[in-house]
């Protein structure tokens, strides 16, 4: 089963491993038909970020996606999660973080205005978030606080991935780099 989001609040489910979609028109909490950017693993379930602060979650049981209460208006391009803490992020490096699953969240303060456009975890739990500019912030405490990789300055990104236990791969316009973290002792 899988979904797919876009513009205007497009919303496409498939039960079929993707051979037919069907639309989910009337089935989101969006009835302004926000732009939707991503849809993440989140626990147990999945989230959809979207613009002008909203995230969304998929309530199985209703067959529907169901608002998630924020008091901000961050447009999200994604979200990442390790367990019960999620990190959605997005525009003009705004990021909230939720320890309890996403029952409540904070902003946290990511030390760049640069739009966050990815993000990964890394196998020792580390959270890697990709800018628009071409940097990445790591956070070793769940997202609680990130910090700049040093010496990663490179083309803009677009998305990020986790290849190992010490380095991502960074796409963009400009094409697809392998970067080298340094160890979590080294970024305190």
Same mark, same amino acid.
Not at 28 to 33: L, Y
Not at 39 to 50: C, N, T
Not at 71 to 92: D, I, Q, S, Y
């Given at each position: 089963r899988? #979904? /797919? +989001? ?5 919303? =496409? ?6 051979r037919s979609?069907? *639309? ?8 302004? @038909?926000?732009?939707?950017?991503a ?6 379930? #999945?989230?959809?970020? $979207?613009?002008?602060?909203? =995230?969304l ?41 939720s ?23 890394l ?5 890697? #978030?990709?800018?628009?500019?071409g ?9 609680r606080?990130?910090? *700049? ?8 990104? /677009?998305?990020? /991935?986790?290849?190992? *236990?010490?380095?991502? +791969?960074?796409? @963009?316009? /400009? $094409? ?13």
């Open positions: 899988g #979904l /797919a +989001v876009g513009a205007f609040g497009l919303v =496409l489910a498939t039960d079929d491993a993707g979609w069907t *639309p989910w028109l009337g089935r989101s909490d969006d009835p302004r @038909g926000l732009h939707l950017y849809v993440r693993p989140a626990g147990a379930g #999945l989230l959809v970020a $979207g613009e002008q602060g909203l =995230l979650r998929v309530d199985r049981a209703r067959g529907r996606l169901a608002r998630v209460p924020l008091r901000h208006a961050a447009t999200f391009f994604g979200v990442v999660a390790r367990g019960r803490e999620l990190v959605a992020f997005g525009l003009a490096g705004q990021a909230l973080r320890g309890d699953g996403g029952r409540t969240w904070r902003p946290v303060h990511t030390g760049t205005n640069a739009t966050l456009v990815g993000g990964t975890v196998p020792d739990g580390r959270i890697v #978030l990709a800018t628009q500019r940097e990445l912030l790591a956070s070793a405490d769940g997202g606080t990130f910090r *700049p990789v040093p010496g990663v300055h490179g083309p803009p990104a /677009a998305a990020v /991935a986790a290849v190992g *236990p010490d380095a991502v +791969v960074v796409a @963009g316009a /400009a $094409g697809v780099r392998r970067v080298a973290l340094p160890t979590p002792e080294a970024t305190r």
